[in-house]
């Protein structure tokens, strides 16, 4: 997702390129979609522990594998700290 979200110029900085070592690739996924987002492991939970104002239904976009399930999944880029 974060390499759509960078393209198409949504604000998405991915500062470390999607490796998950920041969190400013951060989005909200439509709580109606979360689950079909995935869970997000140990390590992207310890980067949003990061991010600013995480929320529930708080991502990595850099971590979201995108698939035809995923087709009109509303996320919202969340704000950066600058």
Known sequence: MMHILRAADFGIKAE???NCACATCHVYVDPDWFDR????DSEEMDMLDEACEP???SRLSCQIVLT?????????V???WD
């Open 16 to 18: 470390c390129d999607g």
């Open 37 to 40: 987002a995935g869970a997000p």
């Open 55 to 57: 929320e529930d239904n």
């Open 68 to 76: 035809p399930d995923h087709d009109g999944m509303p996320v919202t």
């Open 78 to 80: 969340a704000r950066d």
